[in-house]
């Protein structure tokens, strides 16, 4: 199995429901550790760039207006096969397609407010990783 590192985001509705902390007590009892972590309110550019892979979908401008609606929770997570872990954990994108126990059937509301992002692949992670940390800001442990 390859040790991975994966980007992930708490969204604002989550951040707003106070469960940071629950979320991370999921990844670390799933080996999954925090190796870079900052809250941020994202700029409207800097939604629009962060999902520019969804700039002609019918959903990407309500995507950004609910990604900017409050402050969200982005860290980066490193351990065996996390970009697939980290997935599970977060369940399928529509709540109400997510199994049970995952965190999007436990926190989201909707597909729109669905309480986290994680990357696809691991090109993705590098990409989404560098988008909002230097590599000084992300440790190895
Ligand atoms: P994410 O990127 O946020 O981790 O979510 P995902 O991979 O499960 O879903 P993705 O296809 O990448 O879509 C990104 C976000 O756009 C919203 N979405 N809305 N109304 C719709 O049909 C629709 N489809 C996607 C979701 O909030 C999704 O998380
Ligand atoms: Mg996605």
Partial sequence: MALERTLSII???AVA???IGEIYARFEKAG???V?????????AEAEGFYAVHKERPFFKALVDFMISG?????????ENAVLKHRDLMGATNPKEAA???IRADFADSIDANAV??????????VEIAYFFAS???HSR
């Fill in 136 to 138: 000084t800001e992300v």
């Fill in 117 to 126: 992002h994680g990357s696809d692949a691991a090109e993705t992670a590098a």
């Fill in 36 to 44: 870079a972590a900052k809250q941020k309110q994202l700029s409207r």
């Fill in 71 to 79: 402050p969200v929770m982005i860290q980066v997570l490193q351990g």
């Fill in 17 to 19: 429901k106070n469960v």
């Fill in 100 to 102: 049970p126990g995952t």
């Fill in 11 to 13: 969204k604002p509705d």
């Fill in 32 to 34: 999954l550790k925090v």
